[in-house]
């Protein structure tokens, strides 16, 4: 009968995979004998596993705040492609944005700077922005759905 | 110090599977597994070492099975398409062999063979490597060959320090 055909790769898998667990059981001392044995400095060794892991963890921090990013700037790309119902002529800018401003006076200093609540020196794009924003927190649809208030 | 070892020989035990990977990187995935939450680490059972150990055994075992795809078999029936002329297109006819290339195999085979020759005149090692061939768990070795643990542990320390001279390759040593 032929002698069943070996398969060294999962023999030598097995060995090493054995010899892995080992060291899991293995004193500290024996371990830093090994090393020393291969030749090995073990304080080196010692100070390019803590590198590794410290270069992990920035890795995984740098990961996170460029999820977050990625996140803030999706939303802002969101905000930005709504589109709210702001009046198309200058004139009626400026008055929405009085109306809401009178109406709600607490969204005008979170909006408005002190020399701005006139609006005497707010541009035309300035109160463009304003409107924007407050179609993002969904102030503009309150005053459509009231007509005029 | 330990964690550096046993990611060493998960390297080398996967040979060309480790695809270019080192120890450092089997580590560094360990961490980031455990700090994203993907493993959980259990500190009032396990030190940290211990958990990290345990993650790179895993992490090591996936990049086994990413490497052979083919562990998930696939029927070749599932694959054929009749072709426009009536003809049958066999798609493991497109790809190259899952086989062990050749060097593969001869590079696993010459390793194992320097190990067994290390240990020929190490009666308990050779028991041992004889049980792993048999594709035995360290756990049936031992009991098999009535072993205590220290006797067993003893055994595969000098497996481990000849194993490091006469093993090396598939992995970096830097």
Not at chain 1, 69 to 86: D, K, L, M, T
Not at chain 2, 128 to 138: H, N, T, W
């Amino acid at each position: 009968m032929p002698e069943k055909q070996r398969d060294y790769e999962a023999e030598l898998r097995t060995i090493m995979d054995a010899l892995a667990e080992s060291v899991a059981n293995a004193s500290d001392d024996e371990v830093i004998a090994e090393a020393r044995e291969a030749g090995k400095d073990p304080a080196r060794v010692a100070e390019r596993v803590r590198e590794i892991l410290k270069r992990a963890v920035i890795a995984f921090e740098q990961r996170r705040l460029r999820e977050a990013e990625q996140a803030y700037e999706r939303r802002v790309a969101s905000i930005r492609e709504r589109r709210y119902p702001i009046p198309a002529a200058a004139d009626r800018r400026r008055e929405l944005l009085d109306r809401i401003v009178t109406r709600k006076p607490e969204l005008g200093a979170a909006l408005l700077t002190l020399q701005n609540r006139e609006f005497r020196n707010l541009t035309d794009a300035d109160i463009q922005s304003c409107l924007e924003q407050l179609g993002a927190l969904g102030v503009l649809a309150e005053f459509e759905a009231s007509g005029k208030p | 110090m330990k964690l550096e070892s046993s990611a060493k020989w998960r390297i080398r035990g996967l040979g060309r599977r480790a695809a270019g990977r080192t120890e450092g990187d089997l580590l560094g995935e360990a961490v980031t597994a455990t700090l994203s939450g993907e493993r959980r680490w259990n500190k009032t059972k396990v030190s940290l070492v211990g958990h990290l150990l345990g993650v790179m055994r895993s992490i090591s075992s996936h990049w086994r099975r990413d490497f052979d795809p083919d562990e998930e078999p696939t029927l070749e029936s599932d694959l054929a398409t009749t072709t426009g002329d009536g003809g049958v297109l066999r798609r493991f006819d497109l790809v190259p062999s899952a086989e062990p290339s050749a060097d593969r195999v001869l590079e696993a085979k010459e390793r194992v063979e320097a190990i067994e020759q290390a240990f020929a005149d190490d009666p308990v090692v050779s028991l041992i490597l004889e049980g792993m061939r048999e594709g035995m768990s360290p756990a049936d070795v031992r009991s098999e060959l009535s072993l205590s643990q220290t006797e067993y542990e003893t055994a595969m320390k000098r497996l481990r320090r000849k194993a490091a001279a006469v093993a090396t390759g598939g992995g970096s040593d830097a």
